[in-house]
């Protein structure tokens, strides 16, 4: 991934593209959902956290009951994520998204958006679903580099 060249110019902050896990079991999922971190508003006093950008999001308006979030996992590997019904003990990070609208949310905290320890490139995120009958895991991907 980082071998070689691209004429793509980087556009700064981390990116994960989700996939759905299951396309079958959710039809209007059918696309990727690219989720974008930045923390160039960070500095800023009246919007100090991490802004998080989604492009793809489409969640059915028809099923008014789910409620959606996202999951950083401490780990990197999608060979984990055997288990779709159920979210992880220990998160690394997550956040709920406040309506099936949302875009762009501004998080509370700064993400550190780098390698290592405290990053979160590298890491596995799934986007969650919950509903009556259950929680679920609705995609996966990685977070790589902008």
């Not at 556009?11 to 994960?16: H, P, R």
């Not at 390698?115 to 490139?121: A, K, Q």
Request: aromatic letters at 6%; proline letters at 5%.
């Amino acid at each position: 991934m980082c071998n070689g060249h691209s004429a793509r110019t980087s556009q700064g902050g981390s990116i994960a593209v989700l996939r759905p896990s299951s396309p079958s079991q959710n039809p209007s999922s059918d696309s990727e959902i690219k989720v974008l971190f930045s923390n160039s508003f960070a500095t800023s006093l009246d919007q100090p956290g991490t802004q998080v950008q989604f492009h793809g999001l489409e969640t059915s308006n028809s099923q008014p009951s789910y409620h959606h979030w996202l999951i950083i996992h401490r780990d990197g590997n999608l060979n984990n994520s055997t288990n779709h019904s159920l979210p992880p003990v220990d998160p690394f990070f997550s956040f709920a998204l406040n309506s099936q609208d949302d875009s762009v949310l501004q998080l509370n905290r700064t993400l550190d958006l780098g390698v290592g320890e405290t990053g979160i490139i590298g890491r596995r995120i799934s986007m969650m679903a919950g509903e009556q009958r259950g929680e679920r895991v609705i995609a996966e991907g990685i977070i790589g580099w902008n």
